[in-house]
């Protein structure tokens, strides 16, 4: 069995930061996205319009749909606490998927998690 790997620990330049203010926009539904994010501190909220689809924290990570199909983002992202993420550009993406398979099964399982709250989201409305 592959072990779960810790978000937290992909590192990248000193600049490979951002830091977001309460309200803040991280990205919005319909941009070209070549980039994920990992919470290093504080919350985000991920949105579709007014329905918030999930809240997420240190060591969580979003952005990455865009990253994995290269299409535009389906939701926007903003910080609801003062809070810093990690950049996880595409061709940083990419190593880690070749080189750590961990990390790979981790996204997947991220996305599968999110899909299945989506199916449920949907099924109580009908």
Known sequence: ????????????????????????????????GTTMFVVRSGQVEIFDGKMVLE????????????????????????????????????????ALVDQTPAFAIQVMRVMSRRLRAMNTRVRDKA
Do not use: C, H, W, Y
């Open 55 to 94: 809240t997420v924290g240190p060591g969580a990570i979003l952005g990455e749909m865009a990253v994995v199909e290269d299409e535009p983002r389906s939701a926007s992202a903003r910080a609801l606490t003062a809070s810093e993420v990690i950049i996880v550009d595409r061709p940083n993406f990419e």
């Open 1 to 32: 069995m592959i072990p779960q790997f810790d978000f937290l620990s992909v590192t990248g330049r000193d600049d490979a930061f951002v830091p977001l203010q309460p309200g803040e926009t991280l990205f919005s539904k319909g941009e070209r």
